[in-house]
């Protein structure tokens, strides 16, 4: 899993901040950055398998999984229905709304769709009024 600074600051007790005395970034496993990197892995095995170099093409491919495989552990929630940041300095997700929700979903790094129930999409608390209004005021 990796870190990253971004849009997500946080106060010490996890709960979101706009300040930049809160950044807290390196204690974030961004669910992004993870989807990010999984997409870059699978692009650069496709290309690998193309120019006939199977060698490194499987590389990407377990690099692949184990993005896949470490998404849907530690990021994934199966009582909310979607994928959450997780803070490492609490031991738990951030379960907040950011638009990087549903970044695993574009990148193609979840095991299974017909696993999931996106609940968490259906909810009051994915609404892109309550998205617009908490972007207004800085909060996500």
Same mark, same amino acid.
Request: charged letters at 20%; aromatic letters at 16%.
């Given at each position: 899993?990796?870190?990253?600074?971004?849009?997500?600051?946080?106060?010490?007790?996890?709960?979101?901040?706009?300040? @930049?005395?809160?950044?807290?970034?390196?204690?974030?496993?961004?669910?992004? @950055?993870?989807?990010?990197?999984?997409?870059?892995?699978?692009?650069?095995?496709?290309?690998?398998?193309?120019?006939?170099?199977?060698?490194?093409?499987?590389?990407?491919?377990?690099?692949?999984?184990?993005?896949?495989?470490?998404?849907?552990?530690?990021?994934?929630?199966?009582?909310?229905?979607?994928?959450?940041?997780?803070?490492?300095?609490?031991?738990?997700?951030?379960?907040?709304?950011?638009?990087?929700?549903?970044?695993?979903?574009?990148?193609?790094?979840?095991?299974?769709?017909?696993?999931?129930?996106?609940?968490?999409?259906?909810?009051?608390?994915?609404?892109?009024?309550?998205?617009?209004?908490?972007?207004?005021?800085?909060?996500?």
């Amino acid at each position: 899993m990796c870190c990253s600074v971004n849009y997500r600051f946080s106060k010490e007790d996890g709960s979101p901040s706009q300040e @930049l005395t809160d950044i807290r970034t390196r204690h974030i496993l961004p669910v992004d @950055l993870n989807s990010f990197l999984c997409r870059n892995a699978r692009i650069l095995s496709e290309f690998y398998q193309m120019l006939g170099h199977s060698t490194e093409a499987s590389k990407y491919d377990q690099y692949v999984q184990e993005f896949t495989d470490a998404i849907d552990k530690v990021l994934w929630n199966v009582d909310r229905g979607a994928w959450f940041d997780y803070d490492t300095k609490l031991s738990q997700q951030r379960v907040y709304f950011y638009p990087s929700n549903v970044a695993p979903l574009w990148a193609d790094c979840y095991p299974c769709v017909e696993i999931y129930n996106y609940t968490y999409m259906q909810s009051d608390s994915f609404s892109f009024t309550k998205l617009q209004t908490d972007s207004s005021k800085g909060q996500n």
